[in-house]
């Protein structure tokens, strides 16, 4: 942008005073708000709604437009703009359009007071009580003349009417602890009353109402107006109002504050409330935007209840047809979502169930193949216990000591019988020891094989007797545990027993190999 056209010096005294009052609300640089105020034809009010809400679209070309192309909307449906009164007796002659709702700004309920130091308060105490001692003046000055302060509100810079609000003697509190002391106040001096205020701060309401697709109705009342009690005994707590209110299909949402509190009296100058008690029915618009919300029904005054449930139900049939169609798209697109999330779902157990099935194959067939190796390992095994057996009878059997001959005395003599019934009859010498007994037995087979090749003791093999020696009668156990040689233990000759030992780890081929 040129300079020229920043040129301060060329504005009207009109213009620069609606650039100050800009800029002292915003903040902002002439440069970006000379433009501004320019597009909004140097209406500080508009200006201020556009930096705050969005500009969005002009509505006046809006406007302007929609007389060249379609006929005029219907009265019924008019919704009431929050433009200021010479904006709007501009687009009357034109046409009516719809603005956003107002949102204020609130201090947050957590933000510390900010308290001077002792000294410096006890230096500007003098001040303090002058200052106060002139509030209090104009304050009773202006009971006196009730006229003068709304007069004083017309026409005072909006900017600087917000410092009434510090004045009022309430503390100061974040918008849900603000609703919830409205609720109780208003619970004390209306009692059992059946209306449900929401007890949250202005602005949240209005995302509530926005979001549930509902008419939120502001009621704001002023204790120092004289008719607000009797109007909220006689008009706003009627039963057919109340009825109303509370009727669902009408979905409504009731907002209220008292103008005493900061926002509440903030929302009041939005609206731009010169009368109290005051009502206003706010609902979204989709024909503005898809995230407006505009005022479209105002109850200024003192009303009867007929008047007052005759412009609520004005508000909420005009607005209750761009709604249902909402709710109707919301609908379809939420069934539409559950629709699409049953089928992730379905999709997402049967790859559940084909990844658990894939899973058991895989254990299935690692537990075979492990069964596998494990059998294949265990026949190995066995097949080399079998061959270190053999191996080891052969080599026993070649270092078994002769049978002695007739010349040897105190030979014992000596008749085992195997389990397959073949009985050994064989000489041992006194001194030999009781394993010789054993393994002879033992090797019988590989002892009648005279071709038997000559063959060392296998490595690594221990063999253990799977067998023990037993007289039948008495019962005497042999055990080669307890050791001696077989003359101390038999005796001159004996019939002996061949008795398997039945082992958990051994199987049926282990008895077998005695034989």
């Not at 440069?31 to 500080?44: F, G, M, T, Y």
């Not at 107006?225 to 409504?252: C, Y």
């Not at 005796?491 to 008795?499: A, I, Y």
Request: aromatic share 6%; net charge negative; proline share 7%.
């Amino acid at each position: 942008m040129s300079s020229s056209e920043l040129d301060l010096d060329g504005l009207s005294d009109s213009e620069r005073t609606a650039l100050e009052m800009y800029m002292a609300v915003t903040s902002q640089e002439p440069s970006e708000a000379i433009p501004l105020l320019r597009r909004s034809e140097w209406n500080v009010q508009i200006a201020i709604s556009k930096f705050f809400d969005g500009e969005g679209p002009d509505p006046l070309a809006e406007a302007r437009s929609a007389m060249e192309n379609a006929p005029p909307p219907q009265q019924n449906r008019r919704p009431q703009n929050l433009m200021t009164d010479d904006f709007t007796e501009q687009l009357s002659q034109i046409a009516r359009v719809t603005d956003p709702a107002p949102r204020i700004g609130t201090q947050s309920s957590d933000q510390p007071t900010y308290r001077p130091p002792l000294i410096i308060a006890l230096l500007f105490m003098p001040f303090n009580l002058v200052y106060r001692l002139l509030c209090g003046s104009f304050r009773l000055f202006g009971r006196l003349f009730p006229f003068l302060p709304r007069l004083f509100n017309r026409t005072a810079n909006p900017a600087l009417q917000g410092a009434r609000q510090n004045t009022t003697g309430r503390r100061p509190l974040g918008p849900k602890d603000t609703a919830a002391r409205f609720i109780r106040e208003f619970d004390e001096e209306f009692e059992s009353h059946p209306i449900p205020f929401l007890e949250n701060g202005y602005n949240m309401a209005l995302e509530k109402a926005h979001r549930d697709l509902k008419f939120l109705l502001v009621v704001l009342l002023s204790p120092e107006h004289d008719d607000t009690s009797s109007w909220v005994r006689d008009t706003l707590l009627a039963p057919e109002v109340v009825e109303f209110i509370n009727d669902p299909q009408n979905n409504l949402l009731v907002w209220g504050g008292n103008v005493r509190d900061s926002e509440a009296y903030q929302v009041a100058n939005s609206l731009r409330v010169t009368k109290f008690p005051f009502a206003a029915v706010v609902v979204h618009t989709p024909n503005v935007s898809s995230t407006a919300m505009s005022v479209v029904g105002r109850i200024a005054g003192v009303l009867s209840p007929t008047e007052v449930l005759t412009k609520l139900r004005a508000a909420v049939t005009s607005n209750q047809e761009p709604l249902e169609r909402i709710r109707s798209s919301r609908a379809d697109q939420q069934a539409s979502r559950n629709l699409r999330q049953e089928q992730d779902s379905a999709y997402e157990r049967s790859l559940a169930i084909d990844r658990e099935r894939a899973r058991q194959r895989r254990e299935a067939e690692a537990q075979r193949q492990r069964e596998e190796q494990e059998a294949a390992g265990r026949q190995a095994a066995e097949e080399r216990r079998r061959r270190d057996l053999a191996q080891w009878k052969i080599w026993r059997a070649q270092s078994l000591s002769a049978e002695p001959g007739v010349d040897v005395k105190d030979t014992v003599r000596v008749s085992v019988r195997l389990p397959s019934g073949e009985r050994i009859m064989r000489k041992f010498a006194p001194d030999a020891d009781l394993e010789e007994l054993y393994a002879t037995v033992e090797c019988w087979e590989a002892l009648q094989d005279a071709d038997a090749p000559v063959t060392g003791e296998p490595e690594g093999f221990v063999h253990e007797y799977a067998f023990r020696l037993v007289s039948p009668m008495p019962r005497v156990v042999y055990s080669l545990d307890e050791g001696g040689s077989i003359r101390e233990k038999i005796g001159r000759g004996g019939n002996l027993l061949v008795e398997p030992i039945q082992d958990e780890d051994d199987d049926e081929d282990d008895v077998t190999d005695i034989s």
